[in-house]
């Protein structure tokens, strides 16, 4: 706990008085008991808050969200009552009004990397306090907490309960307010941590003093990340779509055209382009947007005077800065919790969703999470022997959306994952990409491969493209390459509920994943058991899942039983023939077996999938030369010339001077 002082007094470079603009925010969750009333540190929902120069107190909208009261404790040890005034989840903040009169903190001016920073707050429930370090980056805006950001990150302690807290700087005037941590799995800081800054929270705030809500300007377009070749020249997003009538479409911007600066801010991705958008005053009527087309820097400006149509679009209400046909899916999805504990499942009935099999696994009970509290579901039987499981829940809500199966898709030309966040276990539409390739032809359990960025807990929400049809059901990936069930799997995982099989195949397939699951965890790599291994490869061969497929063979190939790993790998790839991941893991288990000649026919398949991605085409190079295939490594090299120029330098050295082809790892 800070000591109190006498007003002028400072401590370590700031007024001691600025512990009075600090508060101990304790919100009455339902099921829990109130923090500060004799409980235990710790244990109770806690958080922040800080005062503002309009008296208002400001603090994160996850702190109060589920609350039906909340009080504050002030830096004297009062307890009082407050009233929420309004809040914004797309930016986590939410504004409090107490009945007496609070000092309010200075606003810092904008500060520099490395500058001293202090973050003060109620960190695990003991009260106001405060630990100090640097600011370690400005203008962040993809760390992936909310979906509008614009934080300062420091490497100043930041613990549970010091949500809402303020980072202050050496003088302790107001840099932000604290809103997330990057924390390790048993909730220990690393130093990574993320306060709102005083221009996004100053704006925000006076929008919900003043009108109660928040309105974003709507551009009228839609963002992508550019692809690898035009990253190594400059980093910028790209107009992926253009609204009719929008304020971009209606500004003379095309589709393709990479916008390098909003506002007189230079953007490097979507999400800096959506933060420099949401810090514009509320009534600006236009702003000025630089963009580069064929080389030609364009200066164009968008009048923000109102969206084309009579509603506001998702865009413009900032919690979703995407297409409003997409944001409208979320209602679809829902955050559910069996063998994998957090996870997505999309409604594709009044009483059905559908989501991975790896996510239930054995376990015939599910746990889905809906606006009006927890529901019970239960796994339905199917002889289906992919990757989806059917869930049967009551109590869905009855005017909610429900993903059409039977919907006319449009070219997959850019998706989009709908799914669980992990960090503020709520539903969200993550950045979109682009088709790598469909399911291949033949394969009966073929897949949807995409560039859309999926995480953990998405397994199981959807994938619709911009126009909101479902394409597939997420199922994970990585390295910027992902995948989802396509939505034949899902008709024909409903067909075969009547199979006499389905009882049979669900639990079979259900406790092979566990029992897979359970042997990854329990195998103990550096001992070299063989039969530990052979094991673990026979019972993971058994859950016929992909991703377990992939998990095992690594394994097995860093316990040095290659073959065991190829025959996993091959499973895989002969399931899901156009995974690139399966390919590429295929690929490190041969060369760690040093099996060249067997590596350029996957090689060769991978470079036809992908031609610009310098991993697949490394491979490609590697097992032309040592494979006997120079042809295979000649056009591997001609691709990475357009991909990575850099790296077809030593590329070229590797063919002309190649060492002999390494041995058996």
């Not at 009261?69 to 040890?77: E, L, S």
């Not at 036809?608 to 295939?629: C, H, K, M, Y």
């Amino acid at each position: 706990m800070l000591p109190s002082g006498s007003s002028g007094e400072t401590l370590h470079g700031f007024p001691a008085d600025t512990i009075k603009s600090v508060v101990s925010v304790l919100p009455v969750w339902p099921g829990h008991a109130q923090g500060g009333a004799g409980t235990r540190p710790g244990v109770a929902p806690e958080g922040s808050g800080v005062v503002l120069p309009s008296g208002f107190i400001a603090t994160a909208w996850h702190v109060i969200e589920p609350a039906n009261r909340i009080d504050v404790r002030m830096w004297d040890g009062r307890v009082l009552p407050a009233t929420l005034i309004a809040s914004d989840a797309a930016s986590d903040i939410a504004l409090l009004r107490v009945d007496v009169d609070l000092p309010g903190f200075e606003i810092a001016p904008p500060p520099a990397l490395a500058a001293p920073a202090c973050a003060m707050g109620n960190a695990w429930g003991l009260g106001i306090s405060v630990t100090c370090g640097v600011v370690s980056a400005l203008d962040i805006s993809d760390a992936g907490f909310n979906p509008v950001e614009h934080f300062v990150q420091t490497d100043a302690a930041a613990n549970p309960g010091v949500s809402g807290g303020a980072l202050v700087d050496a003088n302790g005037r107001l840099l932000g307010m604290m809103s997330g941590i990057f924390a390790s799995s048993g909730d220990t800081n690393i130093g990574v941590n993320f306060a709102v800054s005083t221009d996004l929270l100053i704006r925000v705030a006076d929008a919900l003093a003043e009108d109660g809500i928040v309105t974003y300007p709507d551009p009228g377009w839609s963002l992508a990340n550019p692809g690898r070749k035009q990253l190594a020249e400059k980093a910028a997003p790209v107009i992926s779509a253009l609204q009719p009538g929008g304020a971009a479409e209606v500004a003379g911007l095309l589709p393709d055209d990479l916008v390098t600066h909003v506002d007189g801010r230079r953007v490097l991705k979507p999400r800096d382009a959506v933060a420099a958008l949401s810090l514009l005053p509320e009534n600006a009527a236009q702003v000025d947007v630089r963009v580069e087309r064929a080389g030609r820097q364009i200066t164009a400006v968008l009048l923000l005077n109102g969206s084309p149509t009579d509603e506001p679009s998702a865009e413009a209400l900032g919690d979703c800065p995407h297409p409003a046909p997409v944001c409208q899916l979320r209602q679809a999805v829902f955050l559910i919790s069996s063998f994998d504990p957090v996870a997505s499942a999309t409604r594709i009935g009044p009483n059905l969703l559908v989501t991975n099999r790896h996510v239930v696994a054995n376990q015939p009970d599910v746990v889905v999470f809906t606006p009006d509290g927890p529901r019970d579901g239960r796994v339905v039987p199917s002889a289906y022997a992919g990757d989806l499981a059917l869930i049967e829940v009551d109590g869905l809500p009855t005017t909610g959306i429900i993903a059409e199966l039977d919907h006319e898709q449009a070219a997959i030309d850019e998706t989009y994952a709908i799914g669980a966040d992990v960090g503020s276990q709520e539903v969200r539409v993550f950045d979109p990409g682009a088709l790598i390739a469909t399911p291949a032809p033949g394969a009966d359990l073929g897949r949807v491969h995409v560039t859309s960025y999926m995480q953990p807990g998405v397994s199981g929400g959807a994938l619709v493209n911009k126009d909101g049809g479902l394409v597939g059901i997420n199922a994970g990936g990585g390295e910027g390459r992902y995948e989802a069930i396509p939505v034949a799997d899902i008709r024909a995982l409903l067909s075969l509920r009547d199979d006499p099989r389905a009882t049979e195949i669900t639990a079979s397939l259900g406790s092979a994943l566990a029992d897979c699951v359970d042997a990854m965890d329990a195998l103990d790599v550096t001992a070299g058991q063989d039969k530990d291994l052979a094991a673990l490869a026979d019972t993971c061969s058994a859950t016929q899942n992909q991703g377990q497929l992939l998990e095992a063979g690594r394994i097995l190939a860093r316990a040095g039983d290659f073959d065991a790993a190829i025959a996993l790998h091959g499973q895989a790839v002969d399931q899901v023939p156009n995974s690139l991941n399966a390919r590429i893991s295929l690929l490190v288990s041969l060369q760690l077996a040093g099996r060249f000649s067997e590596m350029t026919h996957h090689a060769r398949r991978a470079m036809e999938l992908a031609q610009d991605d310098p991993q697949v085409l490394r491979f490609a190079i590697q097992s032309g030369v040592w494979g006997d295939a120079p042809e295979l490594a000649e056009d591997a090299y001609k691709a990475l010339l357009q991909a990575d120029p850099t790296q077809a330098q030593a590329a070229r050295r590797f063919i002309d001077s190649a060492p002999p082809a390494p041995t058996r790892q």
